[in-house]
């Protein structure tokens, strides 16, 4: 492909882009502050189909969100709430059992679990959901469980992230999900999630979970207090991890949405802000193979821009199982999408839709 720009130094990273080369920290900076969105369309299409081709993966999957009681208060979420507000809700092994048994026979192939860090659990309670999702649905993938939890079960257990997962692996869990990461930057953590796990912390779990086979996801709050510079370095953290352990899946741009947190007064980021974010993230983490537009946060009318864009992951079905987008203030009035509907929308964005499993294998039924 050939490429020409009037920015002597746009020009000179899009040449790189397109020739396959990594782009440094002060690139990746370059981009967001000064290319247009043309250009990085078409950048980010160029990494996106040297990976992924002409594809848009779906899954299908369901949530279990089994509290939101949280010993933590970070001042961006909407969804944990104190014992007695009428929003609480701790769910029992009985009602997780439950619900885990409403797929089971189904053609579903995810469960993803997260919630709030109940202050009284410990490693033995995540053990035990666990053990009754497998013991319900025994095929099933399941992803469980942000660093920030289990760092917190595994301080409480005293045992090191490597122990705590080799005995979560053994009840059957099989991935970690990407949440908890927020922005690295300790000064930035300070003011938006002051007490949680450290990125120190957040990255040791994740690197243990690596070197046990364990898969996982990463994050990024955008859209708040942040700057490029902390996105960036964010990210470069990320992808110095991933050429380590090749652990990480995909990587996920989560949009701060405003209401009902004490951060609400800042506002949010416009949709042409998501666009730039979702192409800068494509271009900067070569090495990851996938990047997830998770439509709860998103929007569902706004999945076609984010493929054209860079993502080729439009996440799952979810089936009405997930409350944290909700709570905060996503305008989709549903959390369940058909996979005609899905499949719809990668037809749109002028892409082959694949159905793919949770370590991202192609499936055909
Ligand atoms: O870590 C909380 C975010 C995350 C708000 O791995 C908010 O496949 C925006 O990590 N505005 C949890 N974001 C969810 C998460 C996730 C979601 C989907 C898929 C996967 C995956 C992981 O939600 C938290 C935090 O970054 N969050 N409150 C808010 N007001
Ligand atoms: Fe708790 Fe997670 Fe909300 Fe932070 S984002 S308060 S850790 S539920």
Redesign the pocket.
């Known amino acids: 492909m050939q490429l020409t720009h009037h920015n002597p130094q746009l020009h000179a990273v899009g040449q790189k882009v397109i020739a396959s080369q990594r782009i440094d920290e002060g690139e990746a900076l370059l981009l967001y502050r000064h290319a247009d969105l043309a250009l990085l369309a078409l950048l980010a299409t160029a990494v996106s189909e040297r990976l992924n081709g002409n594809h848009v993966l779906y899954n299908k999957n369901f949530h279990i969100e089994p509290t ?1 009681l ?1 010993r ?3 001042q961006f ?1 909407s ?2 709430k104190p014992e007695h507000d009428p929003q609480q809700w701790t769910l029992t092994l009985a009602d997780i059992d439950k619900t885990a048994r409403r797929y089971a026979g189904s053609d579903v192939t995810e469960a993803h679990i997260v ?3 109940h202050p009284q659990w410990g490693l033995d309670e995540y053990c035990a959901i666990v053990r009754t999702v497998r013991t319900a649905l025994p095929k099933v993938h399941i992803k469980a469980f942000s660093a ?1 939890e289990l760092h917190y079960a595994f301080e409480k257990e005293h045992c090191t992230p490597t122990e705590g997962l080799q005995r979560l692996q053994h009840e059957g869990l099989n991935s970690i999900p990407g ?2 990461a927020e922005i690295f930057d300790h000064e930035v953590r300070q003011q938006i ?1 002051p007490d ?1 796990a450290s990125p120190e912390q957040w990255l040791a779990v994740h690197k243990a979970a690596h070197q046990l086979g364990i898969s996982s996801n990463a994050t990024m709050l955008y859209g708040h207090i942040e700057r490029y510079e902390h996105r960036v370095a964010h990210m470069a953290a990320i992808r110095a991890m991933q050429d380590q352990t090749g652990g990480f899946s995909c990587f996920i741009p989560l949009k701060f949405r405003a209401a009902n947190n004490p951060m609400g007064h800042l506002g949010e980021v416009p949709l042409s802000e998501d666009l730039r974010n979702y192409a800068v993230c494509r271009i900067f983490m070569d090495n990851i193979a996938h990047l997830k537009a998770y439509w709860p946060m998103l929007g569902i009318a706004h999945l076609p821009l984010a493929i054209a864009f860079g993502a080729d992951d439009i996440d799952g079905t979810i089936d009405d199982t997930t409350k944290i987008y909700t709570m905060a203030g996503a305008q989709d009035q549903t959390v369940r999408l058909t996979v005609d509907a899905l499949r719809d929308i990668a037809h749109g964005a002028g892409k082959i839709p694949v159905e793919r499993d949770s370590l991202y294998r192609h499936l055909t039924r």
């Open positions: 939101n949280c933590y208060s970070c979420c969804y944990h919630g709030g860090v920030i949440g908890g999630c949680k």
